[in-house]
Structures are given as C-alpha cells and as structure tokens.
C-alpha cells in the first residue's frame, strides 16, 4: 500500500542514544545505533521502499522520562523537540513531529507541549510511560490529580497523547526477578502500560476531559483482548468495579484512545482489536528502529482485511486524527 502513515517511529540524540543500548544485544547495538541517529538517509529510503509516505518522530526511551531533575528534563525535552523541529523543516512532505515532554514538572509539561504546538507545528506529544520525580525509586503516573491541568491543556489544544512504554521501576519489577528476558517488548513494557491507560481510564480523567485522545502502540498492548473481562468479571455480584470514573472502561477505550500496530505484526491479534475497538481506531505503525519497516509493512500491505480498513488502517485514520492535510 503506498501512502502509509507510520507513527510510532523513534529517533535518538547523541545524549540520548544509549538509553536503547539495553534494548539490543551488542552485537546488533551498531546497527541499532546507526539507525536511531539516521533521519534524512536511510530512513526516507526505508520508507521509499515501503509506501510510507509520512512519518510522525519521537525521541527514543525512556530519555526525558528517566531524568529525575525537573531542570534537566526540561533542558532536553527543548533540546530533542528543537532538533526534531529542524529535521521537519527540511522535510515536511515526509516527517511530522511528536512532542518530548518534561512530566516531571505537569506545569512546564503544558508549555512545553504548548509551544511544540503552537510554535514548533508539531502534532502531538509522546511521553515514555510514568515520570520520575525528586525520589528517584517512586513511579508517577498521570491519573494523579496534578496532571489534571496538563490534561486540560492537551484536550484545549486537541492534539493526541501518545503513552509510550517503559520497563518498570527495580521496585515494581520483583515479578520478573531471574526472568530478565521478560523485560521489554517481550512482555513488561505491555503490562506497565496497559495498567497505565487502565489507570487513566478509571480515575475519571475522561469524564472531565472527553475530548482528549490517547494512543497506545502494540496493537494495544493487550487491552482489546481482555476488554471485555475488565468489564464483567463476576457478573453476578452485588457490587461491580468500583473506581472513581462514570462509565464502563470499554466506552473510554472507544471512545478516548486509538491503538497503532507497531511492533505487533500479527493478522489474528489485528482482527481482534478490529472487532473491540473498530477499525476507524487503529492506525499502522513500525516502531522503527526497533523493528523493521519492510517487515510492518510486507504485513500490513497483505494481511487479509478489507481494503476500506487497510485505507483507513494504513493512512486515513493518522491522516484525520493529526489534522495531516
Ligand atoms: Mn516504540
């Protein structure tokens, strides 16, 4: 298909490169590396080759997320979205930007997104997962009442949010304790962040701001799956899910977020998602470097869908959601 939007694709600056070296083995770490500081070669070659005409850039993780000074975050999240927005300048036909932000600081989190829209023209932000404050064993996440402002900010400028993964915290990670191979994309990164948008959607963040947008990648980190049961285990008890939010978390995935495909190349695990939360809420995605364009997209291209969802998968629904024309 040519015309695909990808999404969910990563660069890196030299300050920033190593945090994806755990990511690799080290004999794939060159390759990685190179691929993280490319953006006008290979890249646009990659995406030549594979009918991506637009890509919408993020910095790599944790980065901005993992800085436990307010100052110091703030400093590279101006960095990174300044670099980023020179890299667009030079081609705009082909690359978008997503904004870093400094949550440790939910106030400067705002301008910071504010000003990456607003001056910078870029479509959205996207964070890596929970932030980390003064106290650097103790994760934040952004249900908490002090993002509520920040939150208002994001739906008034109506742009989507991406949640990024992150491994957890050593504090929060004694499950996988002598399973180390379990960290990452193999499994963590699904299960802190689908608890994550968990959390966001039973706080009630949605009930205050409806219009805001959320996207997960990973054809949804497990949620479309276990929709479902989130909702109705125990049917027959008196009292059901008791969280602060109005209505069913079902009708906040539906309606707040949007799911990418990145990293998640699998027609079975694509259909289930279209069948919770529809077509017109899943949009393509690589996760580039980190997985392979040719393999998303030789997927993608000729997975067995209708061709009205390959359209709006592919393209139509980025190409709306991030106001692209
Ligand atoms: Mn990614």
């Known amino acids: 298909m040519q015309g695909k939007v990808a999404l969910e694709e990563h660069f890196a600056l030299d300050e920033t490169v190593q945090d994806s070296a755990g990511f ?20 646009l070659r990659e995406m030549d080759a594979h009918g991506i005409e637009m890509m ?15 100052d110091s975050a703030i400093g590279l ?5 300044d670099f980023l927005a020179e890299q667009v300048r030079r081609r705009p036909d082909r690359f978008q930007g997503l904004a870093a932000l400094p949550m440790q600081d939910p106030d400067a989190a705002a301008r910071e997104l504010n000003r990456c829209v607003e001056e910078l023209g870029f479509k959205g932000a996207l964070v890596n997962g929970f932030t980390q404050v003064a106290d650097h064993d103790h994760a934040v996440y952004y249900d908490v009442p002090a993002f509520r402002p920040f939150w208002a900010e994001v739906e008034r400028l109506g742009v989507p949010f991406y949640l990024h993964p992150r491994n957890p915290l050593a504090k929060d990670a004694a499950i996988y304790e002598t399973h180390r191979w379990l960290m990452g994309p193999t499994w963590a990164f699904g299960q ?16 205050a701001h409806p219009k805001l947008q959320i996207i997960i990648g990973h054809m949804g980190e497990g949620l479309p799956y276990s929709m479902w049961r989130v909702d109705n285990h125990n049917k027959w008890m008196a009292v059901q899910n008791r969280y602060p939010a109005k209505r069913k978390i079902a009708e906040y995935f539906r309606e707040n977020f949007y799911i990418t495909a990145s990293g998640n190349f699998r027609t079975q695990t694509l259909i289930d998602a279209m069948l919770e939360i529809g077509a017109d809420r899943i949009l393509f995605s690589a996760d580039w470097p980190f997985e392979n364009i040719d393999h998303a997209s030789t997927w993608f291209d000729t997975t067995a869908i ?20």
């Open 24 to 43: 690799s083995p080290e004999s794939d770490w060159p390759e990685l590396k190179a691929r993280l500081l490319d953006i006008q070669d290979r890249r």
């Open 56 to 70: 919408l850039l993020s910095l790599n993780a944790p980065a901005v997320q993992a800085l436990r000074q307010h």
């Open 77 to 81: 999240s101006q960095r990174a979205n």
């Open 192 to 207: 802190e962040t689908a608890v994550h948008a968990l959390r966001l959607m039973g706080s009630g963040l949605f009930d």
């Open 306 to 325: 209708a061709e009205n969802d390959r359209y709006k998968i592919g393209r139509a629904n980025a190409w709306s959601l991030f106001k692209l024309g």
